[in-house]
Nanobody
Framework: QVQLVESGGGLVQAGGSLRLSCAAS????????MGWYRQAPGNERELVAR???????NYADSVKGRFTISRDNAKNTVYLQMNSLKPEDTAVYYCNLDQKIFVSGRVLIYWGQGTQVTVSS
């Protein structure tokens, strides 16, 4: 099992910045992907940013140039630096980790409990 604990959410004015952190613990494989998703009321959960254990990243178009995902493999922690925040970034942000059992090909997916980010206009 893997546990994900997020921190860093809160209330910020438009144009401001926040940094989210997510610490993973438990049975973590050396090769995995970590990421951030978000879900606003009435909307589906959507990918914000994702990073592989080797450091390859991808971002949603809506956050490119404003958000930066990074990770510290020694600490099993992923970060999301969010700059130039907009009211439409308001959502619950969820940390995600997925890792594959290579023998079977089964992918294990884990989620954090979520942290609220609110951007006021």
């Amino acid at each position: 099992q893997v546990q994900l604990v997020e921190s860093g959410g809160g209330l910020v004015q438009a144009g401001g910045s926040l940094r989210l952190s997510c610490a993973a613990s438990g049975s973590i494989f050396s090769i995995n992907n970590m990421g951030w998703y978000r879900q606003a009321p009435g909307n589906e959960r959507e990918l914000v940013a994702r990073i592989t254990s080797s450091g390859t990243t991808n971002y949603a178009d809506s956050v490119k140039g404003r958000f930066t995902i990074s990770r510290d493999n020694a600490k099993n922690t992923v970060y999301l630096q969010m700059n130039s925040l907009k009211p439409e970034d308001t959502a619950v942000y969820y940390c995600n980790l997925d890792q594959k059992i290579f023998v079977s090909g089964r992918v294990l997916i884990y989620w954090g409990q979520g942290t609220q980010v609110t951007v006021s206009s």
